[in-house]
């Protein structure tokens, strides 16, 4: 389909029929959602003096991290909603799809991107509340208004937004950050360039289309495929700083040697082929990665 | 006066928001009642705990006082003879 085609689609869908609760649910990135969550709360876990801390504002904490990531994630859809409408994988969103309007969604973003800063500083704390509110204006304008359509290096930079929640849960509870947030910090911060550039392989023509600098459009994708694995190897031993460094024991030790190595063979496996089916799996195992080896953190904390 | 379906829509949305403020409030009342009592309670707590602490160490000086007499006291050379 032409961009005057898509653009025809989306002029006339947006009369088509009017929002409904789940389209801007979608509009929060629900799936990014989760994987913030989750390390966010993989973060408070670890953090001396949970018990300390009611229950119920540890809810409503991470419900404040939720809603801010995906804030962040409808302003983000705003901005980009001429890209979007262009690539496969984006124009099924509901703003291109013309199901919520552009200037609903971006009120929607801000007013929710701010009333979660406030419920987060209210209930546990402002550093938690300041970290937050960091790493939305860090998502919105450094990654998505500035650095995505300029430079190849938009999600090596870009990354650092999505690897602050592991750092706010742990301020939540503790009032500051210390090395290990830190360290957790870099792992998502490594982990998103091959966990990125695997999706951006096979989805190339998708963003050649919408002239995204995207790595694998600029450097072509066997230069991508060594960085992906340039990236892994650093990440390795980055994921064993906390057994090392003894934050923690001898259960993430081994699950982040396991995960991490098998990590690297993905990227070799790419690497040494051009099917993008390989691509594909490494992008999965990316996601479940991460999963698995916050979940090592927060099992070995007990 | 008549209601067309972009007031119906316009209606819709902002009940919604109404609901989200009605909310918001809530949470915050709730919040502000749970950091009030359950905080109040470990603050009360917190202070009995450094109270109690307080009390031991004060024992542990004034019992090693004693000891100190009574050694002070075993030391020090008497006028009476010995027999």
Redesign the interface.
Known sequence: MSNTATAELYEANLTER?SRVSDYFALLKPRVMSLVVFSGFAGLWVAPGLA?I?P??II?SMLALAVNAGAAGAINMWYDRDIDAVMNRTRGRPIPMGRVDADEALSFGIVMSF?SVL?MG??LNWVAAGILAFANLFYVVVYTMWLKRRTPQNIVIGGAAGAFPPMVGWAAVTGDVTLFPVILFAIIFFWTPPHFWALSLYANSDYKRAKIPMMTVTAGAQSTKWQMLIYTLILFPITLMPYMLGFSGIVYGLSAALLSGFFVVTAVRVLMSDDMKYARLMFGYSVFYLFALFLAVMIDAG | MPVSDLHK?KA?KNYAVLGMLVA?IA??F??TI??MS?YSE?GREMREESANQAQVTQGDESNSGALNESIQEALTPTDEPSE
Do not use: T
Request: glycine letters at 0%; one cysteine or more; aromatic letters at 20%.
């Open positions: 009017e300390d009611h119920f504002l409503v009333f419920v209210l209930c | 829509q819709k918001f949470l915050i709730v919040v749970i950091k359950y470990k």
